[in-house]
């Protein structure tokens, strides 16, 4: 199972605690991930990645292993610890004040 | 006995603030949606319990709340506004094209008759509609098709749709406004629309006197006159009595004409109220008075109103949401602050007292009149 986390507004709107686990068929990518997390937390749509392009919005980060994956293309694959489930991958909200 | 449920926006979440008719007491609930900007929630005419908010973040975008009993429990709701088309491009501040982007909900009107269906009025400016309770969200594309669309350009608060009144005699008739485009109306529920902004000035823009580019900060009607509208323009107070085919300026003796927020009367159709604001770089009151201003006259006579409002040292701003008006007797006024306050007054104006002093700064503030 990909275990993911979320940043605490979402987890509100989504109303789960902790991590989300998903099952995810095929290759492991943010694509992946993100499809399969709207599916299972309808309400997450639009705000982690826009409609209609699908581009990650502006002030949101992807982490996993230590590394920043928010410029990664969306259907590379990501690290086989995040594959494997050893590692989360971390949706962030930016650093910006507030 | 009836009651009042006023419903306050601010930067970092959502209140209601509820009382009985005496609106002497006040429960406070929230904050909801802790942390998210709420740029407006109301209630449907229709069925109070029936509540729309606009819950938006920088991080997260816009979310879409629905309520069906009064603001006790929220569920999120369709979220997804696309622009009819091809968007196209608006003016940006330094004059070049910009393609029309969407950032937020400024503000939702539900029906006068249905309670699923609301109009959104969004950054950039335009007009949405769902008739499914939210769930889905569709532009009427005819008010940014109408032709002067290219030329609209963003006040310092972007390019906001921010004003929707619905004529209570005639629901195919809807007047919005948009900062900084101006005043338009349909009369074909929306299919078709006409800048209404002949009788406006405005130095900010090279032709003063343009069919479009004014920065309109308010409307205001009594549902008695949808006829009759009073504005707030970034600086002016203007009043028309058709419909906007005119406007004339109604400033009178305010101490100064710029302001956001306007009001009218709930029993008395030529009493009206601002706040005026020192400019539109010192976005505070003059001479650190919070003064609400009330003309019973419809403009052009007004007084000052500061019993139980601070008189000194107060520097905090009224945005163009923030003020609404109870329909009991003697009508109740409520207004809410950048500081966090907001001051209801239950006599009509004459008197004010704070419900709350240390909100996040208020966005909006909207009364429902319960039975």
């Not at chain 2, 819950?55 to 879409?64: A, K, V």
Request: with cysteine.
């Amino acid at each position: 199972m990909i275990r993911v986390v979320l940043p605490a507004h979402l987890r509100t709107l989504a109303n789960v605690d902790g991590e989300v686990t998903l099952a995810i068929d095929g290759e492991v990518t943010q694509r992946s991930i993100l499809d399969a997390l709207e599916i299972s937390y309808p309400v997450l749509r639009g705000a982690i990645r826009d409609h209609v392009t699908l581009r990650r919005r502006p002030f949101v980060r992807f982490f996993a292993c230590e590394q920043d994956l928010s410029h990664e293309r969306p259907d590379a694959p990501l690290p086989d610890a995040v594959a494997r489930g050893a590692e989360a991958f971390l949706v962030v909200g930016a650093m910006a004040g507030g | 006995m009836s009651g009042v449920r006023v419903l306050v926006g601010t930067r970092k979440g959502a209140f209601v603030l509820t009382s009985d008719g005496r609106r002497e007491r006040w429960d406070v609930s929230g904050p909801h949606f802790a942390g998210w900007e709420i740029y407006h929630l109301k209630g449907s005419p229709a069925d109070p319990n029936r509540l729309y908010a606009s819950q938006s973040s920088g991080w997260f975008g816009q979310m879409i709340q629905r309520s069906n009993d009064g603001g006790k429990t929220w569920e999120a709701v369709g979220n997804k506004f696309v622009y009819d088309g091809v968007p196209g491009t608006h003016q940006w501040y330094d004059g070049t094209p910009h393609p029309w982007e969407f950032a937020r909900v400024w503000h939702l009107e539900p029906s006068l008759r249905d309670p699923d269906t609301v109009y959104a009025g969004v950054q950039d400016a335009a007009l949405f509609q769902t008739t499914d309770a939210g769930q889905s969200w569709h532009e009427l594309p005819g008010l940014r098709g109408h032709g002067s669309g290219p030329h609209w350009q963003p006040g310092a608060g972007g390019l906001c749709l921010h004003t929707i009144l619905i004529d209570p005699s005639n629901p195919n008739r809807i007047f919005i406004a948009i900062s900084a485009a101006g005043a338009f109306r349909t009369d074909d529920g929306g299919k078709t629309w006409q800048p209404i902004n002949r009788g406006l000035r405005s130095q900010q823009i090279p032709d003063a006197d343009a069919e479009v580019g004014h920065c309109v900060h308010r409307l205001a009607m009594h549902r008695s006159r949808p006829g009759v509208l009073f504005m707030q323009k970034h600086w002016d107070v203007m009043r028309t009595d058709d419909a906007g085919d005119s406007w004339r300026e109604v400033s009178g003796n305010l101490p100064t004409d710029f302001g956001f927020a306007i009001d009218v009367h709930a029993h008395e159709p030529e009493t009206i109220y601002v706040v005026p604001i020192k400019s539109d770089s010192e976005h505070f009151p003059p001479e650190g008075k919070l003064r609400v201003y009330r003309s019973r006259t419809g403009g052009n006579e007004w007084e000052a109103l500061t019993k139980g409002l601070p008189q000194r040292d107060c520097y905090v701003n009224v945005l163009r949401d923030a003020m609404s008006i109870d329909s009991l007797d003697a009508c109740g006024v409520y207004f809410g602050t950048t500081g966090g306050q907001v001051y209801a007054s239950s006599d009509a104006g004459d008197s004010w007292s704070p419900i709350v002093r240390d909100l996040p700064p208020v966005l909006s503030v909207e009364v429902q009149t319960l039975p």
